[in-house]
């Protein structure tokens, strides 16, 4: 197998890329150029991509349908957070472990249910991964260490909103870093194969079972890092943060942005994170776009009726472009 | 002793009701081989209507009831029409994701239209009690095993007997074959989830009698448990779903009344704990036929 190139030329394009909206977001949070709103907004941004991406490599890429991700978001959060009150080492460090700690314990989880459900597929893994999200806020409600209903608060903060965000960010370029190289390595062919026909994928000696919990496992690792920067960031979390909603709107981020689209679902999951900000006043239709953008979705992409008329349109459009084209040069 | 034939009685009661929810998913999922999300969304839609024409609108209960099952029908038509058929060849990813925006979507009309209070039913079926071995059984009680059992053998003769059935049951077996015999593959499907949804309508309106109250969110939870009982007695089969049914609401019934009071935020846990095992150690459920894959 071809070993994974960090230092490759789209790698260092990227990074120097994120390093410059770094800077230009940084410098309005610093100088207040950016709203307050914007700000706070910019933070839930990071743990939103960071969700999205995660998800988009179960569902988009692996075409596995996961609708517990806010379990293993739960997992992180809660285990992050529970180390991060019980220790004394200095903040930063504190929260980078946190996040470890956090990624680890919900990469856990998702090993665990990813290796018992190797037996299943599409609708009946998905209602497992339903029923395992709902479990696990389930006995987050009656443990005692977790605070039960009552949610856990004095989770501590990193300081400014610029210092929170600066290690949210860091983790954002990490996990895009991290998926990206996967889904370009030959793992990440390996695993559209299996979306794509699995029978076939098998046939050539991909052993499927092992792509489902590396899968599974990955995704759920950031899942559980975006949990800990939530943690870290409103500072008081509750079994109600991690509801059967959040998974569908991190599948709606997915779906939005192009299921196996990594830079379609980063832009989703900002667009879908400021849009209470766009809806103002709207905001009770929020979770009914997001219905209709599911529906419309899958319509769009699949109804015999809708493809016929885009290749029409796009033909006419063709059409018209050639003629204006041709009119020019004479 | 009293207590527990009373607890017995109760998730008797509880299980009826899933069976009858269980029956709608293992249609849907037998014949047209998608999980319909949006059933329990369904029920929740029926019981909002039995809200708006018996407590709102004052109805005589006989029609109102008559107009519930049919809206459902008609709503599950409408669903079927708009969102489903289209994704006849889609993958089924796409159509379990377009499945849950239907779900999420009825879930949120309803929170707009009613907001997300509670919204209470009068007693619009009032029979008196039954005495049953010494115990009293409230009529309602009596009505819901009633329907239930009628309604299950109903359609089990529906499907073994009248052509239509026969030719769901052609397309669930194969429906290329099918479509070869001359079956109108995609009317079938349907009429299925036709059936489905006035299954879902006669449910609601036994949810309501029992329960006498809906919120929006009624129908999710209350359609994935349904939704395991139909995999815990083998999806596609009938008197899967019924047993399946009767199990869950029996489990849920005993671990609500004799767990200790702090694990009772719990409950709702262990139902899915028991569908996960139940998925890991036998996939296809108690009464379900093996599935060889083929290429």
Known sequence: MKRINLKSHRNLIFVAAAIVVYAFIAYGMNSNLLPRATQTLAIKACYNVILALSLSLIVGFLGELSLGHAGFFALGAYSGCIFSINSNLPIELRFVLAALIGGTVAAIGGFLISSSILRLQGDYLAIVTLAFGEIIRSFIKIIPVTGGTAGLGGIPSLGSKLKTFTFSYVFVILTILVIRNIVASSHGRAITSIRDNAIAAESIGINIKLYKIKVFTVGAFFAGIAGVILGHYINFIEPANFNYNVSIEILVMVVLGGMGNLLGSIIAAVVITFLPEILRGFDQYRLLIYALALIFMMLASNSPRIINFRVKAREKAAGLYKKLFTRKEE | ?295
């Open chain 2, 1 to 295: 002793m009293q207590q527990f034939i009373m607890t017995l009685i109760d998730g008797i009661n509880l299980g009826s009701v899933y069976a009858l929810v269980a029956l709608g998913y293992t249609m849907v999922y037998g014949i047209a081989k998608m999980l319909n999300f949006a059933h329990g969304d369904i029920i929740m839609v029926g019981a909002y209507t039995i809200v708006v024409f018996i407590t709102r609108l004052s109805i005589s209960v006989p029609l109102a009831m008559i107009l519930c099952v049919a809206f459902c029908a008609l709503l599950g038509f409408v669903v079927e029409k708009l969102a489903y058929k289209p994704l006849r060849h889609a993958t089924p990813l796409s159509v379990l994701i377009t499945a849950i925006g239907v779900s999420y979507l009825l879930q949120n009309l309803a929170l707009l239209i009613f907001g997300t209070n509670r919204q209470f039913i009068v007693r619009f079926i009032d029979v008196g009690n039954f005495n049953l071995f010494g115990v009293s059984v409230s009529g309602i009680s009596v009505i819901i095993w009633v329907t239930t059992i009628v309604i299950m053998i109903g359609l089990y003769t529906f499907i073994k007997k009248t052509k239509l059935g026969r030719a769901m049951l052609a397309v669930s077996e194969d429906k290329g074959a099918a479509q070869l015999m001359g079956i109108n593959v995609n009317r079938t499907i349907s009429i299925t989830f036709v059936i489905g949804s006035a299954l879902a309508g006669v449910a609601s309106i036994l949810y309501s009698a029992k329960y006498l109250n809906v919120d929006p969110y009624t129908g999710s939870l209350f359609g994935i448990k349904a939704f395991a009982a139909a995999v815990f007695g083998g999806i596609g089969s009938i008197p899967g779903a019924m047993i399946g049914g009767l199990l869950i609401g029996l489990i849920e019934a005993l671990t609500a009344s004799y767990l200790p009071f702090n694990l009772n935020a719990a409950s709702d846990g262990f139902a899915f704990v028991i569908l996960i095992i139940m998925l890991v150690l036998k996939p296809t459920g108690l009464l379900g036929k093996k599935n060889t894959e083929k290429v």
